[in-house]
């Protein structure tokens, strides 16, 4: 069974830096693409950032590029968002998610497999 865990949300003030987990089981994690996503309450969910299977391919969104680096540990099984220059504009339900089978496109939810649960970000002014 598949199974994605994220931690490391929280409440912070603007400007301060947070940094999610996404811990990966019941999975070839070092075969897997992982993104990144959130969804604030009432918009769509928006992607965030991904990260290819051996990492040699990263994309981010317009909207957090420059402060936002994905980064994975294929000996831990676990991906890594670090969040630098929070807004409250960030302040979102943050979801990782994995494309089992690698694949190319990486910025397309419906691409993707697995889902974790989310962790809340909240981002004060």
């Known amino acids: 069974q598949v199974l994605l865990v994220e931690s490391g949300g929280g409440s912070v003030q603007g400007g301060d830096s947070l940094r999610l987990s996404c811990a990966a089981s019941g999975m070839t994690f070092s075969r897997s693409n992982i993104g990144w996503f959130r969804q604030a309450p009432g918009k769509e969910r928006e992607f965030v950032a991904a990260?290819?299977?051996?990492?040699?391919?990263?994309y981010y969104g317009d909207s957090v590029k420059g402060r936002f680096t994905i980064t994975r540990d294929n000996l831990k099984d676990t991906a890594y968002l670090q969040m630098n220059s929070l807004k409250p504009e960030d302040t979102a339900v943050y979801y990782c998610?994995?494309?089992?089978?690698?694949?190319?496109?990486?910025?397309?939810?419906?691409?993707?497999?697995?889902w974790g649960q989310g962790t809340q970000v909240t981002v004060s002014s």
């Open positions: 998610a994995a494309q089992l089978s690698g694949g190319q496109a990486l910025r397309d939810s419906w691409l993707y497999d697995a």
């Open positions: 990260i290819s299977w051996g990492g040699g391919r990263i």
